[in-house]
């Protein structure tokens, strides 16, 4: 079960997250993971792509795990460059829709353009 918190008091989210997610059940963590096709080992040639591929490689470990996107309920996300915010918001709106997870986005100095792990909370 996954309810949207969000305060009434506190600052508007200025992209498709949500100020919290309230859930009960067993949690998935998925590790970090890139844009890297998994059946060419290729990345990617523009961030589009890239975001659009590493969200698919979280999709595939998600449901191996018997669950949805529409289950995760916190998302870390790591930009090389923020420039790519715009376009990484929306991607993930085509991924994710509302409630939206929580979410962090932040810069890293990575060598790939993104990088992105999530929680899960499995259904019952």
Do not use: W
């Amino acid at each position: 079960m996954r309810t949207q918190i969000t305060a009434a008091k506190g600052a508007k989210p200025v992209g498709p997250y949500s100020h919290a997610i309230k859930c009960a059940g067993t949690f998935l963590y998925v590790s970090g993971q890139g844009p890297a096709n998994p059946a060419t080992g290729t990345v990617p040639a523009t961030f589009r792509e890239a975001a659009m591929q590493c969200l698919a490689n979280v999709r595939t470990i998600v449901e191996a795990a018997g669950a949805t996107m529409a289950d995760v309920v916190k998302v870390n996300a790591y930009l090389r460059d923020m420039a790519d915010f715009a376009v990484f918001n929306e991607v993930y709106k085509t991924v994710f829709s509302e409630p939206f997870p929580a979410r962090t986005t932040v810069q890293s100095n990575i060598n790939i353009p993104i990088e992105v792990d999530v929680v899960v909370v499995l259904p019952e």
